[in-house]
């Protein structure tokens, strides 16, 4: 019996789901009608940049290490390690913040009321259900992420066609003129723009699956160009649906998608519970693909003894379950605190965390693919991006800034006003990054002389 493959068609579908957050598309609305032009911008100063250097990276080095192994190339295992620990720890972070959504859309499609026991009890049962499914074989669990892909193709296309009647019949919910679609002059409206590079983030989650496709130097960057192609239609949809809908100034973060079908109808029916329904599928597969993505870079990562040994146990499968049960603890300690933290909005307060420590591992990248290049020319880069010097110095200066500045204006608070809803974030942020350092120094302090660190393992493939 033939091994199951992961096809480019199942590639494509992939990059769909890992990078079109349909959950995110509400907060980054937030912005406003200048959402637009942050879009387009960052489409080619950003996601064109960093899918050309995740496409360059993933097909010269295509071990299942990942971000890890790219950046302790470049720069070292400590390095490596805090990469890891960057890119995990957003990740349990993420589940929970998604959890808080999954109850309250559960509650509304379902029509029962919630309290402190049926939310708790509803997110842990979707914390748990995404930690058993992502435990499994991709191949195995393909089928979950292609149907999910088609769930979120429908749901955006609903949702434009819905604001494409609505804008030509009723008029629209906000003023969508070149002088409002243009950026604000104020630093405090760019606060949401990082929402727009972590709806860019993802397409190295693809590259980690070449183990699994028949010709991964081949099919890599055709997924990353159909992908990218695909999902920035799409996320400029969604925006307009968002935009015709609701007024930015009344945009709830963690239901403004729902709560726009309903006002886009007129009223709540069986085609917003079918809505629902899908949204609350889509937020499952969309964790459960990052998942595939995450634990294969911590399990490797603790392989090489710079996060703790517990990232590293595998099933009988060699599936990294360590990780994946670390993650469903973390979430579920994070969903029995929650109701401790003072009266806010838990999805934007998890969820900007998540976006801050997800967006300072990627920082690494960058950097990385630059020193690669000087370091390790003779390598074999079946693609590699054209161009000289001068070329290579934009494509990896410009995201790298639009980054650290996306990160700076969410954490900084810049006027009074911002500091009870930035300086959580703030100060979150420095917890994560001091426990991470503690934990990547006593894990290489760790090491074993009779335990060799690993070395990055290609993997070749060829066409059957």
């Known amino acids: 019996m033939k091994p199951k493959k992961f096809r480019l068609f199942d590639a494509v579908l992939m990059a769909v789901v890992v990078i079109l957050v349909v959950e995110s598309v509400a907060p980054a609305s937030a912005i406003g009608p200048s959402q637009f032009f942050w879009w387009i911008f960052l489409l080619f100063f950003f996601f064109i940049p960093y899918g050309l250097i995740s496409s360059e990276l993933g097909t010269a080095f295509p071990d299942t290490g990942g971000l890890y192994a790219w950046v302790k190339s470049a720069f070292g295992k400590r390095w490596g390690g805090r990469l890891a620990w960057l890119y995990w720890i957003s990740y349990p972070i993420w589940i929970m913040s998604v959890a808080v959504i999954f109850a309250q859309t559960a509650a509304t499609v379902f029509g029962f009321r919630l309290n402190g026991i049926t939310t708790i009890l509803l997110q842990l049962l979707f914390i748990w259900t995404v930690v058993f499914i992502g435990n499994k074989p991709v191949a195995d669990s393909k089928w979950i992420m292609n149907l999910a892909a088609f769930a979120k193709i429908f749901i955006i296309v609903a949702l434009a066609v819905l604001g494409i009647y609505v804008a030509s019949t009723k008029g629209v919910a906000n003023s969508f003129t070149l002088k409002t679609m243009l950026p604000q002059t104020n630093l405090s409206s760019l606060s949401n723009v990082s929402i727009i590079v972590f709806n860019f983030l993802g397409f190295e989650v693809v590259t980690t699956m070449a183990g699994d496709m028949d010709n991964p130097k081949k099919q890599i960057p055709q997924a990353i160009i159909f992908g990218g192609l695909l999902i920035a239609g799409f996320y400029l949809l969604a ?117 801050i420590t997800l967006l300072l591992a990627y920082a690494m990248l960058f950097p990385a693919f630059l020193k690669l290049r000087k370091t390790q020319p003779t390598t074999p880069r079946p693609f590699k991006i054209p161009g000289g010097r001068f070329v290579v110095a934009v494509i990896t200066w410009v995201p ?52 060799p660190a690993l070395e990055p393992v290609k993997i070749e493939k060829t066409n059957q």
């Open 400 to 451: 790298e800034t639009l980054l650290i500045l996306s990160i700076l204006l969410t954490i900084v608070p810049l006027t009074t006003n911002e500091i009870p809803t930035k300086l959580p974030i703030l100060i979150g942020t420095v917890i994560a990054l001091i426990i991470g350092e503690v934990v990547v120094r006593i894990s290489d302090s760790h090491i074993s002389l009779n335990t």
């Open 239 to 355: 925006a307009f649906g968002i935009g015709v809908a609701i007024p930015a100034d009344k945009l709830s973060a963690s239901s403004g998608l729902l709560s726009s079908f309903t006002l886009l109808i007129g009223h709540a029916n069986w085609f917003t519970k079918v809505i629902g329904a899908l949204f609350l599928y889509s937020l499952i597969s969309e964790m459960v693909s990052w998942a595939l993505g995450i634990n294969y870079v911590a399990n490797y990562a603790a392989k090489d003894h710079t996060l703790p040994h517990l990232f590293s146990v595998e099933s009988h499968d060699k599936m990294p379950v360590g990780t994946g049960y670390l993650n469903g603890l973390v979430a579920t300690i994070l969903v029995v605190v929650s109701p401790l933290i003072p009266n806010q909005d838990l999805f934007q307060a998890f969820f900007e965390l998540n976006v």
